[in-house]
C-alpha cells in the first residue's frame, strides 16, 4: 500500500482531525482535508444504482471503483447507466478487474481499496455482507431491511456494536428519518404536541410489482435468485420488503419503544400463480404496548385496488399526520409544514450526511433501530403465518435462519404457502 493510501485509509477509519464542531456538517465541508473516497457497490439492481449515483453526488471527492452483482448481466447493466448520468460520469472509474460478480463477489470487492461499501442486494444476505464489511473496515450505506428473520437481526445488532467501536459508518436505507417534513413532525410529537402516544394506523396498500419471467437454462436457485421478491429467504415477503418504511417511522414516533406481542393475519388471495414463489399478497398486524398503546398495520400488493400510504398517529391530545405532514390539536392550534419548505430527496439526504459524518470523524450508526425496525416487520410476518400471538421475547429468542449457510446455483428446495394454524414459529 502506498503512503497516500495509508494516509486516506487512516482519515476514513476515523482519525480524521476531532476539531469539527457536529458529526453532520454540510455535504462537501471537509474537517479534514478533501481526501478521495472510493465506494464500491454491492447489488446492481434499480435500488442499488439509485444509491450509487446518490453517493457520487454527495461529496465533491468521491468515485466509485468497484461493483459486485450475482449476476453479471445485471452489473454490465447498472454500469452502463450509470456511465449515462452526466452529472457523475466523472466520477466513475469502475475498470473491469473491478467488476465482480457470484456468491462471493462481495468479498472480493471487499478486498479490493475500497472505503465505503454500498449494500444494495436482496435483503437475505444483508446480515452477512454487512458483517463482513464492517469486519474488512469499511464505512456502510446498508439499504432498508437488514435482515429476513431473527437468526440475521441478531447479527446485525451485533456488526452494529462492531461499527461503533471502530468508528465506521452504517447509515440505514430506512430514508423516512432523512425526509425534513417528518423530521419536524416527529420533533413535534415527541416535544408533546399531541400528548401521549396512545395509537397509530400505518397502510401500504400498493398494486402488484415486476416478476422477471423464466428462462430454462436457469437453476431453481437463478430463478428464485431473479425472482427474489417472491422468495421469504431473499425478501423476507413483502411486509417486511416494503412495509418495513411504515415500522420504522412507528418505532421512530414511539420513541424506541419495543413491543411487548402482536397478533396478525394475512393470505395469498390473489397471488396464486407458483411463479410468485411462496409470499403473501396482504397483512394485518396489531402491536401491543407495555403502556396500553397499540399500533394497527395493514399492507397489500394486489392490481385494482385503491392504493393508501399513511401513518396516523393519535394521541391524547391531538393527532398527526405523517405524510401529511400535519398536526391537529384538540381545542388548540395545529400545525403543518410550511409550504415553501424546502425539501431536499431523501434519498440523498441520506448519503449527503453519511459522507459528510465521515469527513467530520463522527461517523453516522443507524444500525440498532434499523434492526429493531426490521423485527418488527418480521414479527407481523410470523404472527400472521403462524396465527399465534407472538412476544417480542419468543421473537428475540427465534432460532429461524432462513438463509442458506453457502449458497450456489442448482437445486433449492421451496417451502410451500405458509398456512396459520400449521406452519410452525421456532
Known amino acids: 500500500m502506498t503512503p497516500d493510501a495509508t494516509?486516506?485509509?487512516?482519515?476514513?477509519?476515523?482519525?480524521?482531525?476531532?476539531?469539527?464542531?457536529?458529526?453532520?456538517?454540510?455535504?462537501?465541508?471537509?474537517?479534514?482535508?478533501?481526501?478521495?473516497?472510493?465506494?464500491?457497490?454491492?447489488?446492481?439492481?434499480?435500488?442499488?444504482?439509485?444509491?450509487a449515483r446518490e453517493a457520487l453526488q454527495a461529496d465533491p471527492n468521491v468515485k466509485l471503483v468497484a461493483m459486485c452483482d450475482a449476476f453479471r448481466d445485471r452489473l454490465d447493466e447498472s454500469l452502463r447507466n450509470l456511465r449515462n448520468v452526466r452529472s457523475i460520469a466523472g466520477k466513475i472509474d469502475v475498470t473491469p478487474e473491478r467488476c465482480f460478480d457470484g456468491f462471493d463477489g462481495?468479498?472480493?470487492?471487499?478486498?479490493?481499496?475500497?472505503?465505503?461499501?454500498?449494500?444494495?442486494?436482496?435483503?437475505?444476505?444483508?446480515?452477512?455482507?454487512l458483517r463482513a464489511a464492517i469486519q474488512a473496515g469499511k464505512h456502510v450505506f446498508c439499504e432498508k431491511p437488514v435482515a429476513v428473520d431473527a437468526t440475521g437481526v441478531r447479527s446485525v445488532l451485533e456488526t452494529a456494536r462492531m461499527a461503533r467501536q471502530k468508528n465506521l459508518g452504517l447509515c440505514s436505507?430506512?430514508?423516512?428519518?432523512?425526509?425534513?417534513?417528518?423530521?419536524?413532525?416527529?420533533?413535534?410529537?415527541?416535544?408533546?404536541m399531541i400528548g401521549d402516544v396512545q395509537a397509530m394506523h400505518i397502510t401500504y396498500l400498493t398494486g402488484t410489482l415486476w416478476h422477471r419471467g423464466e428462462n430454462p437454462a436457469w437453476t431453481p436457485m437463478e430463478y428464485q435468485m431473479r425472482n427474489w421478491y417472491y422468495y421469504t429467504w431473499l425478501s423476507g415477503d413483502f411486509i417486511v420488503e416494503q412495509h418495513c418504511?411504515?415500522?420504522?417511522?412507528?418505532?421512530?414516533?414511539?420513541?424506541?419503544?419495543?413491543?411487548?406481542?402482536?397478533?396478525?393475519?394475512?393470505?395469498?388471495?390473489?397471488?396464486?400463480d407458483p411463479k410468485y414463489g411462496h409470499i403473501y399478497d396482504h397483512f394485518a398486524a396489531t402491536f401491543e404496548f407495555r403502556n396500553g398503546?397499540?399500533?394497527f398495520s395493514h399492507c397489500r400488493q394486489m392490481a385494482g385496488c385503491n392504493g393508501d400510504v399513511n401513518d396516523h398517529v393519535f394521541g391524547t391530545k391531538g393527532q398527526a399526520q405523517l405524510m401529511r405532514h400535519s398536526i391537529t390539536v384538540n381545542?388548540?392550534?395545529?400545525?403543518?409544514?410550511?409550504?415553501?419548505?424546502?425539501?431536499?430527496s431523501m434519498y440523498q439526504v441520506e448519503h449527503d450526511?453519511?459522507?459528510?459524518?465521515?469527513?467530520?470523524?463522527?461517523?453516522?450508526?443507524?444500525?440498532?433501530?434499523?434492526?429493531?425496525?426490521?423485527?418488527?416487520?418480521?414479527?407481523?410476518?410470523?404472527?400472521?403465518?403462524?396465527?399465534?400471538?407472538?412476544?417480542?421475547?419468543?421473537?428475540?429468542?427465534?432460532?429461524?435462519?432462513?438463509?442458506?449457510?453457502?449458497?450456489a446455483w442448482g437445486a433449492h428446495d421451496v417451502p410451500g404457502v405458509p398456512m396459520p394454524g400449521q406452519y410452525q414459529f421456532v
Request: charged residues 20%; glycine residues 12%; positive net charge.
Open 353 to 407: 450526511e453519511l459522507f459528510a459524518s465521515i469527513r467530520a470523524g463522527r461517523p453516522i450508526n443507524d444500525g440498532e433501530s434499523a434492526a429493531n425496525s426490521t423485527m418488527l416487520a418480521i414479527m407481523a410476518r410470523e404472527a400472521a403465518y403462524s396465527g399465534k400471538r407472538i412476544t417480542w421475547q419468543q421473537m428475540q429468542a427465534s432460532r429461524q435462519n432462513l438463509v442458506p449457510a453457502n449458497p
Open 245 to 272: 418504511h411504515n415500522f420504522d417511522k412507528a418505532a421512530w414516533v414511539f420513541n424506541g419503544e419495543l413491543p411487548i406481542a402482536c397478533t396478525g393475519v394475512g393470505g395469498r388471495q390473489v397471488r396464486t
Open 7 to 51: 494516509s486516506r485509509r487512516s482519515f476514513l477509519a476515523g482519525t480524521a482531525a476531532a476539531a469539527a464542531a457536529t458529526s453532520l456538517l454540510p455535504a462537501g465541508a471537509h474537517a479534514a482535508g478533501n481526501d478521495l473516497i472510493r465506494v464500491g457497490l454491492v447489488g446492481c439492481g434499480g435500488r442499488g444504482s439509485g444509491a
Open 106 to 129: 462481495y468479498q472480493r470487492l471487499l478486498n479490493s481499496d475500497v472505503d465505503v461499501v454500498l449494500l444494495a442486494t436482496p435483503p437475505g444476505f444483508r446480515p452477512q455482507h
Open 173 to 192: 436505507g430506512f430514508c423516512w428519518r432523512y425526509d425534513e417534513g417528518k423530521r419536524q413532525t416527529v420533533r413535534r410529537i415527541h416535544d408533546g
Open 331 to 344: 381545542g388548540g392550534q395545529g400545525w403543518e409544514l410550511d409550504p415553501n419548505t424546502q425539501i431536499k
Open 293 to 295: 398503546a397499540k399500533l
